[in-house]
């Protein structure tokens, strides 16, 4: 078992792999809950995983990202370059993309280490990414959302505006169309990928303004779950799901 709290987890098949705050990972098996390996390496808390069923990717405290076969629990590659800790993490067998509170989202190429490109324009923490066919989407800490193109490095939208959040983006999802972000203002909202034209609003929690927080979010084409709370009380822990028509 971890020497302290676990941080992070990725699923895959039936594995699970799990950061700590020990500073390892370990990759486990579902079915008898034996511990398969152990992957030492990072000095400070692992914050985020990846996991493809052949490669673990992980950041951490140390500003580092390092890319792991864990069947040999031999490190790869140690992806250096952030300036302060690592909390986000996308990969996708060929690229991975980090996230850090250095504010500048990086992505590197898996097979070699080598850094494709600095993604620069957000404020604050990349709190949440979600990468798709080489398009990555950032929520930031800023209040901000951005649409990036990872192979040639250009920021592609900026989901901002009058309808923009208030505060810090905890969550978000996209598919070919639309993008949803939750955020630390109590709201959930909808937006056009491809113009990103603010659409509406999904959830605005009454709390918002007065400390009611929606954490995360999962949509399908039909449904929309929300897990919905607040750091003060004045929204209890709860899941909300929202139902939609089948698109036509």
Not at 83 to 108: A, C, E, K, M, P
Not at 130 to 154: P, Y
Request: hydrophobic residues 35%; charged residues 20%.
């Amino acid at each position: 078992r971890h020497a302290s709290t676990v941080r992070c987890m990725h699923l895959y098949g039936n594995k699970v792999v799990s950061g700590s705050r020990d500073a390892t990972l370990r990759v486990w098996d579902l079915e008898t809950g034996q511990c398969l390996h152990v992957l030492v390496g990072h000095v400070a808390a692992v914050r985020c995983v990846q996991y493809n069923g052949r490669l673990v990717v992980s950041g951490a405290y140390d500003y580092m990202v390092k890319v792991w076969d864990p069947r040999r629990e031999e490190c790869l590659h140690t992806l250096q370059g952030h300036t302060n800790r690592v909390y986000s993490l996308q990969f996708d067998g060929v690229h991975v993309v980090s996230g850090s509170l250095d504010t500048s989202i990086r992505v590197w190429d898996v097979e070699t280490g080598a850094c494709r490109h600095q993604l620069m324009g957000h404020q604050s923490l990349t709190s949440g990414m979600e990468l798709r066919n080489n398009i990555l989407v950032s929520g930031n800490a800023d209040s901000t959302v951005k649409v990036w193109d990872i192979v040639t490095g250009q920021c592609l939208q900026t989901l901002a505006g009058a309808h923009k959040h208030q505060s810090a983006v905890t969550c978000l999802q996209f598919n070919s169309k639309f993008v949803v972000t939750s955020s630390d203002d109590g709201t959930v909202k909808l937006w056009d990928l491809r113009t990103g034209e603010f659409l509406r609003n999904l959830v605005a929690l009454e709390s918002g303004g007065s400390g009611g927080v929606v954490w995360r979010l999962r949509a399908s084409s039909t449904k929309l779950v929300c897990a919905v709370g607040s750091r003060n009380g004045t929204e209890e822990t709860k899941l909300l799901v929202l139902d939609f028509d089948e698109p036509k």
